[in-house]
């Protein structure tokens, strides 16, 4: 099953649901609902549930393959910020043959399968829910509540309140950067924006590496 979390619903995320023609169930999760649920913080994220609903590995990036590089003549015809935004996403660090490797495991071993967790380790890899995330959690959702019914800048003040209180939650930040400029570039609305962020944390730390 594959969850989009988009607060814009089917007229943002459908396109792309359609365009992959899935045969599994595709949802839209329109509240970030798995944001609070589970601890997602970035996408793509993975998160492995057996047969008995037991999560045996908690949200972790989860790439299926390696993004092709682009071409210069591909970025020549681009807008500057989205040529620069591609340059910058090919130094992310990621792993997509080992993790496709332990999934493709788990799904013939199940419980045998040597990448499989139990649930005290399930436990321990999961992200701690203080009160500064509880409360960046309530943030967000005011600033959906607000952007869905027509206040886009009361809502500014929600997300910007979500990104103080938990800084390294991406999918707070690209969402609200998008619903202010669909290619999350610099705005009034915001200090920050995704190329600038990820140049500060560095590409190679967007994502934490995956135990396996």
């Given at each position: 099953?594959s969850?989009?979390?988009?607060?814009?619903?089917?007229?943002?995320?459908g396109?792309w649901?359609d365009?992959?023609k899935?045969?599994?169930?595709?949802l839209?999760?329109?509240a970030?609902?798995?944001?609070e649920l589970?601890g997602?913080?970035?996408?793509?994220t993975?998160v492995?549930?057996?047969e008995?609903?037991l999560?045996v590995?908690?949200p972790?990036?989860?790439?299926?393959?390696?993004?092709?590089?682009p071409?210069?003549?591909l970025?020549?015809?681009l807008p500057?910020?989205?040529?620069?935004?591609l340059?910058?996403a090919?130094?992310?660090?990621?792993?997509?043959?080992?993790?496709?490797?332990?999934?493709?495991?788990?799904?013939?071993r199940?419980?045998?399968?040597?990448?499989?967790?139990?649930?005290d380790?399930?436990?321990?890899?999961?992200?701690p829910?203080?009160e500064?995330?509880?409360?960046?959690?309530?943030s967000?959702?005011?600033?959906q509540?607000?952007?869905?019914d027509?206040?886009?800048?009361?809502?500014?003040k929600?997300f910007?309140?979500?990104?103080?209180?938990?800084?390294e939650?991406?999918?707070?930040?690209?969402?609200?950067?998008?619903l202010?400029?669909?290619?999350?570039?610099?705005?009034?609305?915001?200090d920050s924006?995704?190329?600038?962020?990820?140049?500060?944390?560095g590409?190679?730390?967007?994502?934490p590496?995956v135990?396996l």
């Open positions: 099953m969850v989009a979390l988009d607060t814009g619903g089917a007229q943002d995320a396109p649901i365009r992959a899935t045969t599994h169930p595709a839209i999760d329109q970030h609902v798995l944001d589970l997602v913080v970035n996408v793509p993975g492995w549930i057996d008995q609903g999560i590995r908690p972790e990036p989860a790439f299926p393959w390696r993004p092709r590089e071409t210069d003549e970025l020549a015809q500057p910020l989205m040529a620069e935004q340059r910058e090919q130094k992310i660090r990621i792993d997509p043959d080992s993790y496709v490797a332990a999934l493709r495991d788990w799904v013939e199940g419980s045998d399968s040597r990448y499989a967790l139990d649930p380790q399930v436990i321990a890899r999961s992200s829910r203080d500064d995330r509880g409360r960046a959690a309530a967000f959702e005011l600033g509540r607000l952007q869905r027509g206040q886009p800048e009361d809502a500014v929600w910007r309140e979500a990104h103080r209180l938990q800084p939650n991406w999918t707070y930040k690209r969402q609200a950067w998008s202010a400029d669909p290619l999350q570039g610099p705005t009034q609305e915001y924006d995704w190329l600038t962020e990820v140049r500060k944390l590409p190679e730390n967007y994502y590496a135990e």
